[in-house]
């Protein structure tokens, strides 16, 4: 069965900037979170997500799992936190050694927080637990969540960049949006909307990490060098940022409310036709559908753009690493119901009727059957067919390696707080901001 699921608020807590140590090894005893002995055949898994979507998707697998292992039901109780809140409090929690759940949404840029480069983490290994679906499953997105030779977390999505057009605001506008294949042709678009109507055509985002990373990978480039050391003051990170800089200045991008699309504040802004191109992960389908009634049949999915020449055409970004608590008094239950909630053949043809996102298991991606079904809701939503465009770009997916680096989240948190809004927002040039980025991180991290 699936539990009551709770939508739970926290006022922010000082959290330790050390990772964290005295949970590492935990055998969870007196762990308030952790599930109890099973009762009545019955075994309760607690949950926390950071996205209600999630919340729907991991209910609907337990109901799955119920169906086909009625031997070994579970009984699944999400609690749904507000996205800072929830890393926090998981933090403090690994950092004391009790109140962890079962069962977790770790979001990929958090990830590092939670597993050292060494290995010791809360976490437990489902390596064991993936591997009767492993060679169906796209290695770079199981990569990101394997430290030391060990699993700690399982993927959502492939996450591939693809660019969402306003076509009856850019039809409006003489803009034509099938002859953007560069990020020049974007930002000549861009300018031209922009003119044309005064609005604002793509998106500057200065609290989230997501355009950054394509354009770099694009370049060839990475936030760490080969031996795992920072290095944000690249040329290609440098040159990337340069990128945007000018289509900021040419008027093709615009900073967005709430620092990023994936906003309340921006679904309301996209929603009233205030931007007219998001250029976002494949996921981002479900915020669409979910947040945007009144763009229904207006926007079309199309390849994102590349830099000419680039080194790859699209990058897996975002996702969100699932991972068992060794504090879990049904771990090894808990990994097996996960393991099929996130990899098995069912569960990656549900992460597209259900999310909307592009599953791991990419031979769901020509299934026609499922990925052109016209009763799905986002088939409905969109002009245009989201695999028709990814089976276009799909043997050339890069892998942008900073994604698994443990200091990532230091990274992502000095460009979401400081440098971003430096460069979009205060006019600093990318050099600069970059070697500031650069020189406070060294400082931190301790190189």
């Known amino acids: 069965m699936a539990g009551t699921r709770k939508l739970t608020s926290l006022a922010a807590a000082g959290v330790a900037s050390l990772l964290l140590l005295s949970a590492c090894g935990s055998d969870g005893d007196g762990d308030e979170g952790a599930a109890p002995a099973e009762e009545g055949g019955t075994t309760p898994l607690d949950m926390w997500v950071f996205a209600e979507l ?3 998707y991991y209910e609907q697998m337990a109901e799955s799992w119920n169906e086909e292992n009625p031997d070994r039901p579970v009984d699944l109780n999400v609690t749904v936190y507000p996205y800072d809140d929830m890393h926090n409090k998981l933090q403090l929690a690994a950092n004391a050694g009790e109140g962890l759940p079962c069962v977790v949404d770790i979001e990929v840029s958090k990830f590092g927080n939670f597993v050292t480069e060494d290995g010791r983490t809360p976490l437990m290994d489902l390596a064991d637990a993936a591997e009767p679906y492993q060679d169906d499953i796209v290695q770079a997105r199981m990569d990101l969540y394997n430290r030391a030779g060990g699993q700690y977390g399982l993927p959502t999505h492939v996450g591939a960049f ?28 861009g300018t031209a909307y922009n003119q044309a109507t005064g609005k604002a055509f793509g998106v500057a985002s200065t609290g989230v990490d997501m355009v950054e990373p394509l354009i770099t990978a694009q370049l060839g480039g990475n936030f760490f060098d080969e031996d795992g050391n920072v290095a944000v003051n690249s040329p290609e990170v440098v040159q990337a940022l340069e990128i945007e800089q000018d289509m900021l200045d040419a008027g093709a991008i615009s900073t967005i409310p709430g620092g990023s699309p994936d906003s309340e504040e921006a679904f309301g802004a996209i929603n009233r036709g205030d931007y007219a191109a998001i250029v976002y992960p494949a996921w981002y389908t479900s915020r669409f559908v979910d947040y945007m009634p009144d763009l229904a049949g207006k926007v079309a999915i199309a390849p994102a753009p590349v830099v000419e020449g680039g080194e790859v055409a699209t990058i897996g970004g975002g996702g969100t690493g699932t991972a068992v608590t060794e504090a879990c008094e049904s771990k090894e239950l808990a990994a097996e119901w996960l393991a099929y909630a996130k990899l098995s053949p069912a569960a990656n043809v549900a992460v597209w009727e259900v999310l909307g996102f592009d599953p791991v298991n990419m031979a769901v991606w020509e299934d026609e059957e499922v990925t052109k079904n016209p009763d799905n809701k986002f088939n409905q939503y969109f002009e245009t067919n989201l695999f028709d465009t990814l089976n276009t770009v799909k043997d050339d997916i890069g892998n942008f390696e900073s994604f698994s680096n443990p200091n990532l989240p230091a990274v992502d948190n000095i460009f979401t707080t400081v440098t971003w809004t430096e460069i979009f927002e205060n ?15 060294e400082n931190q991290i301790g190189e």
Not at 162 to 189: K, P, R, S
Not at 427 to 441: N, R
Request: overall charge negative.
């Open 427 to 441: 006019g600093v040039e990318p050099q600069e901001a970059l070697d500031q980025a650069q020189a406070d991180l």
């Open 54 to 56: 999630h919340a729907d």
């Open 162 to 189: 693809v660019a969402f057009y306003n076509t009856e605001a850019l039809d409006a506008a003489g803009v034509d949006y099938t002859t953007i294949e560069t990020w020049d042709d974007f930002q000549a678009a």
